[in-house]
């Protein structure tokens, strides 16, 4: 959905070969055809159907009193189509981590995917790409055409509710992972969006905390992931947020939509609103051109309301049409008309769950393994394994990102009976038992299972057993941030009491993000799995054990302690109620200032302050060893070997940093490549650096100022390689 495709090459190259590029350059020619067929389709409208595609509605039979035709299927939106100009209808269903099931109204499942953070850590576009294919097939199968998919805000704040949802807190990161499975979605001849457009950074105050931050500091950050995700994966849609910016809702911000989206990025395809985030009327001129879930309002402003204005005022008249071709171009473009997508086909659901496996096994990051007490032997004689439900599958996040999988959930613990929505935010683990898993890789051992409780127990399991293991989780949901970092339910207790009884003890950490660990000095390995999906047990034994060999890199900082953070308390957590929609209630406001920070998140602003993380950004171990030599760069490209020098094959991911600009510290990462080598086996890797990542925005634009630039091959954002320094001329450009 962009007119130009110069921008996409430059990214593309740099991770993600030839998968993006063609796509997009492909996407370009497509997009033209399909913005001239919409064009003529609004020649042919009246103004009665010019506000069909306008407006939609949740089509779920409960809270609301509104009509749902009967060809609506329950999901987050529907929206009518136009029979009698082959229009057809949008049927919208939330998918950033596999259809969502919204409570069981469709009495169906689907495949659960890892959480988004887990995918982020495999660092693998082309996995993301298959991941999102897999679930687009699933939606088509389904009857769906628009997926409310490509969560792309930026991880500024790791108490957010919705960090399990997102992928990291790096822009390159971010925008090649997101435009990958935008991709693999509309491969289905589907919508996809990308969203939550945009600083949508915390839950608490969703809908009126005001996200403050300089025009610079956004587009180096938060924007530049959307505008990275969006040349690659041209996605037909873009959903605002619910957050203001700068004291402008999101879906009624006339920078953040007509300005930046539609201006200067060139986007054609069409904005849609997040659901309940449209203040009024008005926001049509601002650039909003769909309102979804239109009852969550505080009126349908995008029907007749809308109507009426186009008939009065030539702005709203010119707007009516673009709107109505802004979505017809992404339902062209995507070929929904062509082929429609039609509920009761059929879903491979084994090949979907092996998809879901592999994301979870390239997901799950190594972060402690001392004296090599991983992978465990097959030989092992007694396991304690503790806590977390590991009888009985692997935590979900919830929300409306929520899946219940196939065959339904293992354990759901209610949070919040009465409100019409607790379906999509009860506690949901799925059935994919680690125990089960583990008992199924070593049949001979001694398994003792206890459910962490309570600790005396814990501790007399561990003490008998040879190495014990403690599933430790952290729920998270959209609605709510976590208060801080720890791990709830006293847990952190629970794994220093078992830590201290066996000196064998292994951690594995199923939570939405960072957590602090203040048990890390005890304990002989700790592994973050996350949030791991259908196969979530199978994933993570298969790794314990060796059959898989680690290769996740984190993602997002693990923060040392809550005072490194540019927020060390998280705003509106002391003065508000927490509240799951997040409206203000009369009285109520806040703002964020993200300023402080700007556009240096996470490693970036520890590199600035000089915080040492508890464990950085781009860290994950392996069972085997790599080492990466011969940087050479002269700024725009770069190349170096990289190498297997243990005896397990295995995978890593190669990173290259800027680390500092005429001396002055600027790190950001600005080329990845993940490897997959044999013992002994070495590779050339090239990267092309996106000139975006070592500029700054300025009023003229991009801007690389004249200087020494000092680039380093990284480990991880904190053990880095010998700078190698390339002079750079000054550069202004404008997209
Ligand atoms: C969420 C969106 C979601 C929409 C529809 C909103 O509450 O913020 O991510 O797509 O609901 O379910």
Redesign the pocket.
Known sequence: MKKSGMATSLVALSCCAGLALSSAEAAVGKESEAAAKAAATVEKMTLEEKVVLTHGIMPLPFGFDVEIPKEAIPG??YVAGIPRLGIPALTET?ASLGVSYIGGLRGDGATALPSGVAMASTWNPALLQKGGATIGAEARAKGFNVL?AGGANLMREPRNGRTFEYLSEDPLLTGVLVGASIEGIQSNNIISTI??FALNGQETGRKFADSLISEAAARESDLLAFQIGIEIGNPGSV?CA?NPVNGAQSCASDWLLNKVLKDDWGYEGFVMS??GAVPGLEAALKGLDQQS?AQLDPAVFFGDTLKDAAKSDAAYKVRLDDMNKRILTAIYANGLEANPAKPGGTIDFKAHADVAEEVAKQGIVLLKNEKSLLPLAKSVKSIAVIGGYANAGVPAGSG?SLVHAEGGPSVVVPTDPGNPFSALLSETYHASSPLKAIKNVVPEAKVYYRNGRYVADAVMAAEKADVAIVFATQWMT?GLDVPDLSLPNGQDALIAAVAKANPNTIVVLETGGPVLMPWLGETAAVMEAWYAGIRGGEAIASVLFGDTNPAGRLPITFPASLNDLPRPELDGAKELEPDFLGAPKPGETLSVNYDIEGSDLGYRYNAREGHKALFPFGYGLSYTSFTSSSLRTDGATASFAVTNTGKRAGATVAQLYLLARDGKVKQRLVGFSRVELAPGQTQQVSVDIDPRLLADWTDAGWTIAAGDYSFALGENAETLGKPVTVKMAARTWRD
């Open positions: 987050a939106g939330d409310l969203k939550h959903m619910y997040d659901w879930g409306s959209e």
